[in-house]
Structure formats: structure tokens, C-alpha cells
């Protein structure tokens, strides 16, 4: 009788390694999956068929897939509607009978091995002769916690920490860190570069340039063998692309569009891992006695976390599915981390009480192992004097901005203070890039400031921004995209949507109070291209021209829209002060986005005519008139902010109810039907318009490739025209009052 070991899917390596180190021979070892897998009885080609044959997406059949293999009776509408697709299947062929492996292991003796509890493993216990070796807790005594203010203090306490270890001759892959937390990936990625410290890293292919393109040339050549040729050999996809296709294309029952959607929806969820030959491992929950835990973040929202059911199965069903439910998965996160905690002699435990402005707590777990608080003390003796020395620019800035003197600034500048008596704060460097790339927001950037341009696209340095403020407008974008013009429901693909985000509980939260607006903006939006009889419309439609050898410029427009020889450029916005329709300070090269839009349009497509050009405001800011109600405040928010064409009959092709109640357009029309000044232009005007934007274009072309990157945040009329005085990089740039370009000027 073989012993046959069943362990989580993370720890089948070590698993091995360390048992063929006691020369256990005699026995086999599958992950959690794997033994899953083998042991129920498998579908065949299932997502591809579900999609041709049940009329399901990728996402929705690969859902109903987990479950199908535990459907025994259909006692709900959802499961009823399962059966019919576990018929469907059978029927077909679709299903590989795994009954031989299932007879092996009733003559095996079976271990599971510290597996968390997982109820679709009961059926299996029932039927083999099962033994669970569970955690033994070996360490259970008080362990210690550190908190800190500021999430950088905590990772430089780690890697100072991970520093001294290694000074001690401990083997790094001995040393294990746990950031459940996904903000404190982008500090460990700047943090292992000021401190020397590999650490493998992990990213998604989703929105990476590599996918774009791919789905570009798939789209365009309409055929995976063209689009694999096309990706740059050197690539690490290419392998991933390769290994996705080669499961789909070689089943021919299927169409083109069924297998894309298949393809490009594994290649969105495929994961690419930089290895080095030494470096910090992320730890599992199963990782030997003997290594070293650094567990970061060790808060309520995160320890364990908190996960919405946002799967098509209610919790009762899952239940009847033999699957854990969302409270069950709640417990097993809590009792792996504290099995953890409790199974390691040498764990570090730390959490940062303010992320992003935020208040976070730690995590409960905490008081119910009654641990104990720490300070944490930084030695005399640093591993990374960058480090420290951004360390110490930080408490300066946050002296300086908000008179916060904290206790170790003393310290920290009798040390490194003395650079800050000659040290010369502007740009003195010289650096031309090979190729330019530009858009309208890069030059927007290089014109309120050379050196914040010199920072984000020559360095590739992104100012620490909240989160959620930029993923909210990619997600209401995303939403319009699909859902506009094209009949999706957006509550259908809303939890989609969420999974793709990974929104935190109270981001969740946030985004279900728009519903009403984000359906109503769907409806005013689909109103305006019907009653038009728009159908010539390009979604995300992206532009690009070469101006001069080597300089290229793009934009992404989210709605061009072509009728009758004239185009519409619709961009969309999160709120009415996150972007203006003003063209003032065109020759100041800001606030130059519609413009560029129509530049490019011009160069790219040179017969078609302007027609307009506009902002769509797509949520409501608080509004002090009482005297309306939310419908009238939504239909006024909605209508398109921006310029038409004022020549002759284009207008009525713009919008044919504007000469009548205006209801898509907020512009301005006289009792003969000509437009207000200020709101359209004729093609002479535009002319002019565009040879002012192209002027300026062209010096900053020449500033950039003359590397003129001085720190000169421009202040128009009194104003900071980025709206934060140039403070984003003050920790690399402190800006002097001597450095600001004031201009005063009245509106043009």
C-alpha cells in the first residue's frame, strides 16, 4: 500500500524536497488541486462549448465549471440551471469518467497533510481511508508586534532587519516575507533597489502593452498564428501566448471569436514571475519551522480578509455544491495565519496605522493571541544610506508642510545633514532620449512643470496617488465602453467588473451607491447616439502620428464618432472639475486635450470636417441648487461640455434636437439659430487654433530633445496649474519660491 500525501498547492515542492531528505521513497505526493481534479469527473473543451452551444461569456462558464462536478440535485432556480448544462455536456460527450484513479485511491492510505478545511474533500474522506495530520503549534507562546506611522518606516524595518540576518550568514531563501496587503507591493519594489535585495517579482499580463498588441494583431489579422509571430521573441509571453493557444486552436469545432475570447481571457489571468538565482521568497502558509517570517501589514483588512461573494452561487448553494462558503472561507484564511504565526519560531509581525491618509487598524487577530506592542528602534548601523536619506527627506517635508517635528529628525540629519549645505536642488544634468512619446497629458505635464515630465516619463518615478481616485475613472471608462451602444447590461458584467479591479470591501461599497447614476448615464448616452442615428462610433479609439523622425504623438479618444463627413470627439470625465473645456492658455500648452484630439484627427484623417469636440461629465458633484431635482441635475450634468462647428448645417448633424429644447448639448443658440461666442468655431478658427497648439508642440519638442528639465512649476494668474504647486516630487525636488514661473495675463 503506497502512502500517498495530499498538501496545499503551494507547499508540493518544499513537501518533496524535504521527505526525499529523509528518504521517504515509497510514497506520491498531489497538490490539493491536482487530487481535486483527478478524483471528479472532468469536462472536456467545457468553456469552449458552454460559450458556442449555452450562450454563457468565458467568465460566467468557467464559474458554473467549479461546481459542476458536485451538482447532485437541483433544489434552486441557479442549480436547476446548472443541471441543464451538466446535461448539455454529457449528452455531447463532454465528460472524462475518472473513476480508475478513484478506485486507486480506495486501496491507498491517504494523508492530508496540514490542509485547511475544504468541504469538497469531505466525499473523499467518506469513501478512502484517510488520515489528516493537522498543525501542531509548536510555537505558542506571546509574540511581539511592531507599528509604525508611516508605511515606509515599516518595509526600511524590514529590509534592515532582513540586512542583519543576512550579515549573520543566514541563507536568504531562508528568509520569507507575507504582504496579503497589495499596497505594500509598489514599497517593496522601490525599497529592494536602495537596499540591493532581489525579491522575485509577480505581475499580470492584464493591461500590459504586451496583450494590447497581441489583441491589436489578433484582431486585425484574425488569426492566432499571424499575432504569435508578431510577438518580440525575447519576450516571456511569447511562451505564455504559446501555451494558451496551443490548448485552444487546435480544436476546429469551435469559431474564431469563441477561441479569442477563450484565449485572451487565460492570457488576462496568466501571471509572469522574475526570478533570481537568490533572492527573498513570498512565504506560504506551510513554509518549514525553521525559516524566517516577516509577515508586513498586519491589519483587519487584510488579516484575514474580508471576501464578498461575488460569485454567480449564493452561500446556501454552495453549501448543497459541497464548497466552502464565505464564511467558512473567512475562518480558514483567520486559522492559516494563525497556524503561521503559531508554527514558526521566528516570525516579525508589523503594521502601519495611516496608509494614503487613511486610518487602519490592526488586525483582531492580534488581541485574540494577545500580542504585544513594540517600538521599533533603527540602529546606528543602516544597510542603505539612500534609504535613510529619503527617510530624512520626508520628515523635513512633512516639517516643513504641516510643522510635524518627528523625534528622529535630529538624529537623522547630525548624520546626513550635511549634504543639505551645498547641495544644489535644480536639474544640472543633460539626458536626450532616443525616441519620444508623446501625448497630450506628458506635454501638459512639461509645461507646468519640465522637471515633473524629466521625473515620470524619463525616470519612469509615479507619484504615490490614491489608489482608488485613479482606478475609479479607468472603471467608469471601461463600463461606458462596453456598456453604450452595445446592449450589455451593466449589472451582468458589474461582478466581473469587481473581480477584475479587486476592490476592497469599502470601495465595493462606494461603487454600489453609483448604480443608479452609472445606468442612468448608460440610457442619456445611448439617447443622444439614437436620436442622431450615430452609427459609425470608435470606442477607445487610439491615434498616433509621427511629427519628426523618431517623435511620436498619440492619444487614446474615448468616442469618435464619424456621420456624414464630420467627426465627434466625445471624451469622458468623473466630474466637471477634473477637467475644463477651456482653450485660454492654449499657447502655455495646458489644458490642451480637445485640441490635440482634433490635431490628431486632422493629420490622421484629413477628409473629414470638424464637427465638435467634448467633455462628458459622467457623476454629479454636490450641487447648492435646491430647486432641482436629481432628474433635472443628472439630464443638465450629462449634456456634452465643449465646441462645435459653427459653419453652415453641421450643427443639426451634431445634434438634431439643438436648435429646438438643446437636450444633449450645453451650448448657447440665438433666436436665429447661430451659436453664442465662445461656444463653436468655423474652420478657420480651427485653423488657428491648431497652429497655435502645433507651435507650441514643436518647442517643447525641442526643449525636451536640448534636455531643458528645470524644476519651474507654472503659476498662472496666482494659480497652480497642476494644482499641487509642483509638491508631488519635493522629497527629489524641493522647490524655492525663486523657482516658480509666475505669469499674469488676462483670459484670451
Request: hydrophobic letters at 30%.
Amino acid at each position: 500500500m503506497t502512502k500517498v500525501y495530499i498538501v496545499e498547492d503551494d507547499y508540493k515542492e518544499k513537501f518533496i524536497v524535504k521527505h526525499s531528505r529523509n528518504q521517504l521513497n515509497d510514497f506520491k505526493v498531489y497538490s490539493k488541486t491536482e487530487l481535486l481534479n483527478r478524483y471528479y469527473d472532468h469536462y472536456l473543451e467545457a468553456e469552449l462549448f458552454l460559450i458556442e452551444n449555452g450562450g454563457l461569456n468565458y467568465e460566467t462558464a468557467n464559474e458554473y465549471l467549479r461546481y459542476l462536478p458536485f451538482l447532485k440535485l437541483a433544489e434552486t432556480p441557479t442549480l436547476k440551471k446548472l443541471n441543464e448544462y451538466q446535461e448539455l455536456l454529457i449528452n455531447n460527450g463532454k465528460v472524462s469518467d475518472h473513476q480508475l484513479f478513484r478506485n486507486f485511491l480506495k486501496n491507498q492510505e491517504i494523508i492530508f497533510y496540514h490542509l485547511n478545511y475544504d468541504r469538497r474533500l469531505d466525499e473523499i474522506k467518506n469513501s478512502c481511508q484517510v488520515v489528516e495530520i493537522g498543525f501542531e503549534n509548536k510555537y505558542s507562546t506571546t509574540r511581539h508586534y511592531y507599528e509604525f506611522s508611516e508605511i515606509d518606516d515599516e518595509i526600511m524595518a524590514f529590509f534592515e532587519e532582513v540586512g542583519k540576518l543576512l550579515d549573520q550568514g543566514i541563507a536568504i531563501n531562508k528568509i520569507k516575507y507575507v504582504a496579503l496587503d497589495h499596497r505594500y507591493n509598489h514599497y517593496l519594489n522601490i525599497y529592494k533597489h536602495l537596499y540591493g535585495i532581489n525579491i522575485n517579482e509577480t505581475r499580470s499580463y492584464c493591461g500590459s502593452k504586451e496583450l494590447i498588441a497581441f489583441i491589436e494583431n489578433l484582431d486585425t489579422y484574425q488569426s492566432f498564428e499571424k499575432a504569435y509571430e508578431l510577438i518580440d521573441q525575447y519576450s516571456p509571453f511569447k511562451e505564455a501566448a504559446l501555451r494558451i493557444i496551443n490548448e485552444f486552436e487546435t480544436l476546429s469545432d469551435y469559431c474564431f471569436d469563441t477561441k479569442r475570447e477563450c484565449v485572451l481571457s487565460k492570457l488576462k489571468n496568466s501571471l509572469i514571475t522574475k526570478k533570481y538565482t537568490e533572492a527573498l521568497q513570498e512565504g506560504c502558509f506551510s513554509d518549514d519551522d525553521d525559516d524566517y517570517i516577516f509577515i508586513l501589514g498586519f491589519n483587519d483588512e487584510y488579516y484575514p480578509k474580508i471576501i464578498r461573494n461575488r460569485s454567480f452561487i449564493s452561500d446556501d448553494e454552495k453549501k448543497m455544491l459541497a464548497h466552502n462558503t464565505t464564511v467558512e472561507d473567512f475562518e480558514v484564511a483567520k486559522k492559516a495565519i494563525i497556524n503561521l504565526i503559531h508554527n514558526h519560531q521566528r516570525v516579525y509581525i508589523s503594521y502601519t496605522n495611516k496608509i494614503a491618509g487613511d486610518d487602519v487598524h490592526l488586525s483582531q487577530i492580534a488581541n485574540e493571541l494577545s500580542m504585544i506592542k513594540d517600538n521599533y528602534l533603527f540602529s546606528d548601523e543602516r544597510y542603505s544610506k539612500t534609504a535613510h536619506t529619503l527617510r530624512l527627506n520626508r520628515k523635513l517635508d512633512n516639517l516643513r508642510r504641516f510643522h510635524e517635528k518627528n523625534t528622529v529628525i535630529d538624529e537623522l540629519y547630525s548624520v546626513l545633514g550635511d549634504q543639505y549645505d551645498s547641495y544644489n536642488h535644480q536639474y544640472n544634468g543633460h539626458y536626450q532620449e532616443k525616441e519620444l512619446h508623446l501625448s497630450y497629458s506628458t506635454l501638459s505635464a512639461y509645461n507646468m512643470n519640465p522637471f515633473s515630465y524629466f521625473v515620470t516619463k524619463v525616470l519612469g518615478i509615479n507619484s504615490l496617488k490614491e489608489k482608488f481616485v485613479t482606478v475609479i475613472g479607468t472603471y467608469l471608462h471601461e463600463v461606458m465602453e462596453r456598456c453604450v451602444g452595445t446592449g450589455i447590461n451593466y449589472l451582468d458584467i458589474k461582478d466581473e467588473l469587481f473581480n477584475k479591479y479587486q476592490f476592497s470591501h469599502k470601495e465595493c461599497i462606494l461603487i454600489n451607491n453609483l448604480d443608479e447614476e452609472i445606468l442612468y448615464n448608460i440610457d442619456f448616452i445611448n439617447g443622444y447616439h439614437l436620436t442622431n442615428g450615430f452609427i459609425d462610433i470608435n470606442r477607445e479609439e487610439k491615434v498616433e502620428i509621427e511629427l519628426q523622425p523618431g517623435v511620436f504623438l498619440k492619444g487614446f479618444i474615448d468616442k469618435l464618432i464619424i456621420k456624414d463627413g464630420l467627426f465627434i470627439i466625445i471624451d469622458y470625465k468623473k466630474y466637471s472639475k477634473t477637467a475644463s473645456k477651456s482653450i485660454n492658455y492654449l499657447k502655455y500648452g495646458i489644458n490642451n486635450q480637445l485640441p490635440m484630439y482634433i490635431y490628431l484627427i486632422h493629420k490622421t484623417r484629413p477628409e473629414l470636417k470638424f464637427g465638435g469636440v467634448f467633455l462628458n461629465y459622467l457623476l454629479l458633484q454636490n450641487s447648492s441648487d435646491e430647486d432641482k431635482n436629481y432628474d433635472t441635475l443628472k439630464k443638465d450634468g450629462l449634456k456634452l461640455v465643449g465646441y462645435v462647428s459653427s459653419e453652415n448645417n453641421r450643427l443639426n448633424i451634431i445634434d438634431q434636437t439643438s436648435s429646438t429644447e438643446n437636450k444633449y448639448l450645453k451650448i448657447r443658440i440665438t433666436k436665429n439659430g447661430s451659436l453664442y461666442k465662445g461656444h463653436g468655431f468655423n474652420d478657420e478658427e480651427v485653423s488657428d487654433i491648431l497652429d497655435i497648439l502645433e507651435n507650441r508642440l514643436l518647442e517643447n519638442i525641442q526643449a525636451i530633445k536640448d534636455g531643458e528639465y528645470q524644476i519651474a512649476p507654472l503659476y498662472l494668474n496666482g494659480k497652480a496649474c497642476d494644482d499641487y504647486g509642483g509638491s508631488y516630487y519635493r522629497e527629489i525636488s524641493y522647490v524655492e519660491p525663486d523657482d516658480y514661473n509666475y505669469i499674469d495675463e488676462e483670459d484670451e
